[in-house]
């Protein structure tokens, strides 16, 4: 297992696995994920097994405690520091879940906001995965605002232990 940052190269990869978990109602289009490829690479992890991409996280930093579904639009270029690090897609290979993948780009994402002195990890999530998020220690922190794919949606929040 090999977790490195983004790189153009991996367009193609990421936006089948996007759409193949998400469905064509809440996976960002191509556009989207080629200007978050672009804006936020610093933000943007891979995960490679035998040179295939198995899986990403991905996300911008924001400055309030809440995903607005404009975030899954558009974003721009993250500030070197602080802030709320937002993950807007944590998605593996169908093939490659319940591996232990996505709580590794959890780890890794997590070193990223304790270097880069963020407040924590915010992300929004399907009812039926906040234990998951729980046992990777985020807390439930009520329903989110987004209605993307008209669905519900439950605020996480993973705390830097450096910043409390």
């Given at each position: 297992?090999?977790?490195?940052?983004?790189?153009?190269?991996?367009?193609?990869?990421?936006?089948?696995?996007?759409?193949?978990?998400?469905?064509?109602?809440?996976?960002?289009s191509?556009?989207?994920?080629?200007?978050r490829?672009?804006?936020?690479?610093?933000?943007?992890?891979?995960?490679?097994?035998?040179?295939?991409?198995?899986?990403?996280?991905e996300?911008?930093?924001?400055?309030?405690?809440?995903?607005?579904?404009?975030?899954?639009?558009?974003?721009?270029?993250?500030?070197?520091?602080?802030?709320?690090?937002?993950?807007?897609?944590?998605?593996?290979?169908k093939?490659?879940?319940?591996?232990?993948?996505?709580?590794?780009?959890?780890?890794?994402?997590?070193?990223?906001?304790?270097?880069?002195?963020r407040?924590?990890i915010?992300?929004?999530?399907?009812?039926?995965?906040?234990?998951?998020?729980?046992?990777?220690?985020?807390?439930?922190?009520?329903?989110?605002?987004?209605?993307?794919?008209?669905?519900?949606?439950?605020?996480?929040?993973?705390e830097?232990?450096q910043?409390?």
């Amino acid at each position: 297992m090999f977790i490195r940052k983004v790189e153009m190269t991996d367009l193609d990869a990421i936006f089948q696995i996007e759409v193949d978990n998400f469905g064509e109602a809440i996976a960002a289009s191509k556009e989207v994920i080629r200007e978050r490829v672009q804006l936020i690479p610093d933000s943007f992890l891979i995960a490679e097994m035998a040179g295939k991409l198995v899986g990403y996280i991905e996300g911008p930093v924001i400055d309030k405690m809440d995903l607005s579904d404009d975030l899954f639009q558009a974003v721009s270029s993250n500030p070197n520091s602080g802030g709320i690090q937002a993950i807007t897609s944590l998605s593996i290979a169908k093939d490659y879940q319940k591996q232990g993948i996505g709580t590794l780009l959890l780890a890794s994402f997590k070193d990223i906001v304790v270097k880069n002195q963020r407040e924590g990890i915010l992300l929004t999530c399907k009812e039926e995965v906040i234990p998951y998020y729980e046992m990777n220690d985020f807390k439930f922190k009520g329903i989110s605002q987004s209605q993307l794919g008209g669905e519900i949606w439950h605020k996480m929040f993973w705390e830097n232990p450096q910043k409390t």
